[in-house]
């Protein structure tokens, strides 16, 4: 698939980028509380744009340090970017960080301010992790592959037997707490590590069972939600109901838990 094979050379060239740009100077802002961004954010998706331009012209953009500029609405398909999803990990030098980049097919558009809706199919996701040497991706119906590798959920059938992983977000952080706490009680342990694309794809390869989060936006999940199912699992919000990129919560697991996981967050 061409657009899935561009994707991911675009996403090891912006890797290539932030490697390099990692033993410079970093500036940090804040955009909000707890919520930063660098000047290799910025330098990052600016790569990425630049290349999905020169190859796909017609295809629009959705990317988080300028989302607010997404153009052409109408167009058919749009790509969702995240130039580093775990940026706090990226200035400490924690190489648990990654390149996220989604293509999905519009099916219908509602305009407004900050363009926050869209539908339509997931077709190509691809996250890189350019520290850890680790490139997940997959295409709609072709499986879900690691390095090249074909790669499945796990086989944990109970949440005894599972391990999960969450993050909390930059405010009211407090919100995840019942749902830290039961599954703290009910399964083998939790793991935070703080970059939600990478998460999804551990989901992916067996190396977690569970992994569900609030506050998020759509160039946090949209690849690694893909290379969930792609891989055997399943993808929902909290509540199971059908995944909206622009609903603000996930549940992501190997399928085999997810119904059972969701029973756990009942009336939380």
């Not at 005894?160 to 703290?184: D, Q, R, V």
Request: glycine share 6%; net charge negative.
């Amino acid at each position: 698939m061409e657009i899935l094979q561009k994707a991911i050379k675009i996403a090891e060239k912006a890797g290539k980028l932030i490697l390099k740009e990692s033993q410079e100077t970093i500036h940090i802002s804040e955009k909000g509380t707890n919520d930063f961004v660098t000047n290799v954010d910025q330098a990052s998706e600016e790569l990425i744009i630049a290349e999905i331009h020169k190859h796909f012209p017609d295809h629009a953009i959705l990317a988080e340090e300028s989302a607010s500029t997404l153009t052409d609405t109408d167009a058919e398909y749009i790509w969702i970017i995240d130039p580093i999803d775990g940026t706090l990990n990226f200035t400490h030098a924690i190489p648990y960080y990654s390149v996220s980049i989604a293509v999905l097919k519009i099916q219908s558009s509602k305009h407004s301010k900050n363009y926050d809706y869209l539908s339509g199919e997931l077709i190509a996701g691809v996250v890189h992790a350019p520290a850890l040497g680790e490139t997940f991706y997959a295409a709609k119906g072709k499986g879900a592959y690691f390095n090249g590798q074909k790669i499945q959920v796990s086989k944990a059938k109970t949440l005894k037997k599972s391990i999960t992983a969450t993050g909390f977000p930059s405010t009211n952080k407090e919100m995840n707490l019942p749902y830290y706490s039961k599954m703290l009680e009910k399964t083998q342990g939790i793991r935070r590590f703080e970059s939600a694309a990478l998460d999804l794809c551990y989901i992916a390869c067996g190396r977690l069972d569970i992994f569900w989060e609030f506050s998020l936006s759509p160039w946090d999940i949209a690849a690694g939600s893909l290379i969930v199912e792609e891989a055997g699992g399943s993808v929902s919000d909290t509540n199971g109901n059908m995944l909206d990129l622009f609903g603000k919560d996930i549940l992501a697991t190997n399928g085999k838990v997810h119904k059972a996981t969701i029973a756990s967050f009942k009336n939380l």
